[in-house]
C-alpha cells in the first residue's frame, strides 16, 4: 500500500529529459513536488519540465561537472528554502566483451554511470543533513546485483552505486537522510538504442533490443519502474528491483550462486554465437 503521507515538495532529476528519468520527474510532480527536470540536453529537459507546468523547472547539466551538479542543487534549496529528493538517475549503456572494449568505454561508463552519482550524492547530501531531512535514489540497475557479462564497464558501475547507496543509507540514518537504490530489469527506452561506441559485434539498436529479449521478452514500461522507484521511496526501501527478472535473478544470485553463474555463462556462450 502506498504511503500518503509521502509528499515531497522540491525534486531534482537528472538524466530527466527521457526514458526513466523521465517518467520519475513526472510521477514525481503528480505525487505534488516541484522538480527540477537536469539533463545534458538541455532542449530535453526544458520540453520535460513545459510538460510539468508550474510543477516543472529545467536545467542543462553534465552530472560529470562536480561543480555544475553542486550549483544544481544549492540553487533549486535556495530558491525553493529545501531539498526533498534527489533522483541520481543520469547514465550511459555499454556492452561488448571484454577483448571489444577499450579506454573510453572504461572512461565513458565510470565518468557518467559513478563518477555522476557521486558527484549528485556528495552535493545533496550537506543539504539534506543540514535540515535533517530528505531521500536520494541513485539508479543502479539488474546489473548492480548480478553479475553481468558482455557489459563489463557497465555493470562495474552500477554494482558500486549499490554499494555506495547501501553503505550511505547505514551512514546517513543518524543525519535523517534516507537513501535508496533502483534496480530495474530491461526498459524500453532510448538506452538501448544509444549503447555508446557499440562494438562491431553487438550490431545496431534492434540487434541489441533482440538479444536482451531473449532474456525478458517483454521489457518494462519507464511509467512501470517510475511507479515503483517513488513508491519505493514513501516505503524507504533500500534496495528497488523492478520486474519479475530482476527479483527473480536477484534473489538467484543470492541463495543459489553457482546456479546463477551458470546461467550467465551460458548467456556468454549465446553472445559469442551470435556475434559470429
Known amino acids: 500500500m502506498r504511503n500518503r503521507q509521502f ?6 532529476v537528472t538524466g530527466g529529459g527521457s526514458g526513466i528519468g523521465r517518467a520519475i520527474a513526472t510521477e514525481l510532480a503528480r505525487r505534488g513536488s516541484h522538480v527540477v527536470v537536469a539533463d545534458l540536453d538541455g532542449t530535453r529537459a526544458k520540453q520535460v519540465a513545459e510538460e510539468l507546468g508550474d510543477r516543472g523547472s529545467a536545467a542543462e547539466v553534465d552530472v560529470v561537472d562536480a561543480d555544475a551538479v553542486r550549483a544544481l542543487v544549492d540553487d533549486t534549496a535556495d530558491r525553493h528554502g529545501r531539498l526533498d529528493v534527489m533522483v541520481n538517475n543520469a547514465g550511459v549503456a555499454i556492452g561488448g566483451l571484454l577483448e571489444e572494449l577499450d579506454e573510453r568505454h572504461w572512461t565513458k561508463a565510470l565518468d557518467v554511470n559513478l563518477r555522476g552519482v557521486v558527484n549528485g550524492v556528495s552535493a545533496a547530501y550537506p543539504v539534506m543533513s543540514t535540515q535533517r531531512s530528505g531521500h536520494i535514489l ?17 555493470t562495474t558501475t552500477k554494482h558500486a552505486v549499490v554499494g555506495l547507496s547501501t553503505a550511505l543509507r547505514a551512514e546517513a540514518a543518524s543525519r535523517g537522510v534516507r537513501v535508496s537504490v533502483l534496480c530495474p530489469g530491461f526498459v524500453d527506452t ?6 555508446y561506441a557499440a562494438p562491431a559485434s553487438l550490431g545496431g539498436g534492434s540487434s541489441v533490443r533482440s538479444r536482451v529479449r531473449l532474456l525478458q521478452p517483454r521489457f518494462l514500461t519507464p511509467e512501470v519502474v517510475a511507479s515503483r522507484a517513488v513508491d519505493g521511496l514513501a516505503r524507504n526501501t533500500a534496495v528497488i528491483p523492478v520486474g519479475w527478472l530482476a527479483h527473480t535473478l536477484w534473489r538467484l544470485n543470492r541463495y543459489a550462486p553457482p546456479l546463477a553463474r551458470g546461467l550467465v555463462q551460458a548467456q556468454v556462450g549465446a553472445h559469442r554465437r551470435m556475434s559470429r
Open 190 to 195: 532510448p538506452l538501448l538504442d544509444e549503447v
Open 138 to 154: 541513485n539508479t543502479a540497475s539488474l546489473a548492480g546485483l548480478i553479475p553481468a557479462p558482455a557489459m563489463l564497464p557497465y
Open 7 to 12: 509528499a515531497p515538495e522540491v525534486s531534482v
